[in-house]
């Protein structure tokens, strides 16, 4: 028999996404051949709201690029602009930045593990994840009073500081969450039912990977060595760490390379906690940013680019939010290509999709 | 359809938002929260649903999204916007591709504002909801029953 | 800690017509493509194409500047994965990119409003 051709949509509103994306799938029986992502349905073009926002503004927009990593947003655009303005932000604010920076990533990979586990049809440890996950939600809620937009950065350092009595209860909350953890990545790591969905699936290599330009834990676990939080902005560089790869590429190793990040960030909060030095929370900045700067930070899902240009006035000329997503979709088309078609949810879930991050 | 708050069907449709509020809405329904314990039941399914929960403000692509989702839903049906984009376009209402809020495309019934919204707010919106999708329906059925009488 | 590197970032400005063979040089030295930016600076493009060479985390972006009637080869031939970036500046700035592979004719985000980046005052210039 002939095999037969066709073109399934799939998307914008599915279940097991929350977020709506559009791909062509053109399959030929029930392998895919070609996918064509199209996008748009929750582009906003909030890039162009520097012409009516002013620099100090615009912290809030970016951080309302995701509300995922809000924080890191708002931290990777206050960096690009302290540094066209050489403000020296205070040790005890970059500090405080590490932190919260490890606290949303630790939320956003409990986040996609819990989801995961829904794709694959594990509800109870779907559920399990998202438990765990309250707990830093709770702590991010007490350092800064809000769950996911915490709106704590500005230009020039942070708002609100981690007092003493803060610094104990999120390292008991990261305790609780390590010892929760391990019982979680035990069921991930060595479930045969969870192992039969996710090894083997969706092979990318290491050259197909630095190719097609994918960065973050997806990149990482198909033996990409690089994270940009090595650079050592924030705090990274007073603290002691490796990025995590995996030279396997393939679904599972994504899974585990996500959830021994989640294990680093815990031992980077500990860290920086340890050795958090006195002082101001922010410097004040005079004046308007003059001059173009482009700024990398590692997210959760991987590297974002911040450019901000700007020529001596109250509002910017440019922005750019090259997001870790966008970078990542053209891994996900190759990962696509000769996939069942019941693989297909999975495999988007795998690169952990941010569409809202991707469209701005 | 007497009881039938006890059991709504929920859909929730991300519409440009950021993410925020949707995390939030599956935050409700996971155990720290529990919506479920009100009887609800999430659902893909728009033919199957009763109350909509739209997150984001509405832009150009997703409006016809957003009214064929509306459109499919059977009646009676409860629309409720969560989050302050959903409610007037919020911090986004002045970009180029935002129309504003839900309610430039679909009636909305209830809004809840926040930015996040919070659990405990979404968990008081869905209540709400719940409570008038059990007016609607009882004023539904009478109306049902009335032409019922006339006809037999 | 002495691991820490974090090198300056290199901007290159070059003429419009060796964007190609510049592009390839990067390819050739195992550099990644990080992101291709358009802004509209008085009345002129600037495009900014990033490349990160992963070992160093070294960040070189090559700048060309161009009048808004002339035309940019499309460099999707040499890294396919930059169709995205190209189809955005296409359809939000109206750079007049030729030859993207996976061309969206201006679909990729389906906005009304045409080259919305462009701020309207200046159009009728």
Known sequence: ?360 | MAKVKESPWLLHYDGSSCNGCDIEVLACLTPVYDAERFGIVNTGDPLQADILLITGGINTQNKPVVEQLYAQMPRPKVVVAVGTCACTGGIFKECYNILGGADTTIPVDIYVPGCAARPQSIIDGIIKAVDLFQKRSDEHDALMDKQKRKEG | MGRVVCPENILEEIPADILLRKVIEKKKDGQRLVQICASYVGGKYELSYSFSKDSTYQLTTLRIVIDPETEVPSITEIIPHAFFHENEMKELFGVKVIGINVDYKDKLYRIKEETPFIPKEKEGE
């Open chain 1, 1 to 360: 028999m002939a095999k037969k051709r066709s073109v399934i949509p799939f998307g914008p509103q599915h279940p097991v996404l929350p977020e709506p994306i559009h791909l062509d799938l053109m399959v030929e029986d029930e392998k895919v051949i070609k996918a064509i992502p199209s996008i748009g349905f929750i582009h906003r073009g909030l890039e162009s709201l520097v012409r009516k926002k002013d620099y100090n503004e615009m912290v809030y927009v970016a951080e309302r690029t995701c509300g995922i990593c809000s924080f890191m947003h708002g931290m990777g655009y206050c960096e690009s602009v302290e540094h066209i303005m050489g403000v020296e932000v205070p040790v005890r604010a970059r500090y405080l930045r590490t932190v919260w920076c490890e606290m949303s990533r630790i939320h956003s990979h409990l986040l996609w593990l819990g989801l995961l586990a829904d794709g694959f049809g594990f509800e109870s440890l779907f559920y399990q994840c998202w438990r765990i996950r309250e707990r830093i939600l709770d702590m991010v809620e007490l350092t800064t009073g809000g769950r996911l937009i915490s709106s704590v950065n500005k230009v020039g350092g942070v708002i609100r500081d981690i007092e003493p009595d803060m610094q104990t209860a999120i390292l008991h909350a990261v305790k609780e969450i390590e010892k929760e953890l391990r019982v979680v990545q035990k069921t991930f790591m060595n479930d045969y039912s969870v192992e039969s969905r996710l090894k083997g699936v969706g092979v990318l290599t290491k050259k197909e990977v630095l190719e097609l330009g994918c960065t973050g834990p997806f990149a990482r676990a198909s033996g990409a060595n690089f994270d940009m939080r090595v650079r050592g902005y924030g705090a990274y560089a007073d603290l002691d760490f490796d990025p995590i790869i995996s030279p396997v590429g393939d679904s599972y190793a994504r899974c585990d390379v996500r959830i021994q990040e989640i294990f680093q960030s815990i031992d980077l909060i500990r860290q920086a906690l340890g050795q958090l030095p006195d002082g101001d929370l922010s410097v004040p900045v005079k004046g308007n940013p003059d001059g173009e700067y482009f700024m990398r930070v590692e997210q959760p899902r991987g590297e974002a680019v911040y450019y901000v240009r700007a020529s001596g006035k109250k509002n910017l000329d440019r922005l750019r939010i090259r997001t870790p997503t966008f970078a990542n979709l053209p891994g996900l088309c190759k990962t696509l290509e000769g996939a069942d078609y019941a693989d297909i949810p999975l495999l988007i879930l795998t690169i952990d999709p941010c569409i809202s991050c991707t469209e701005r």
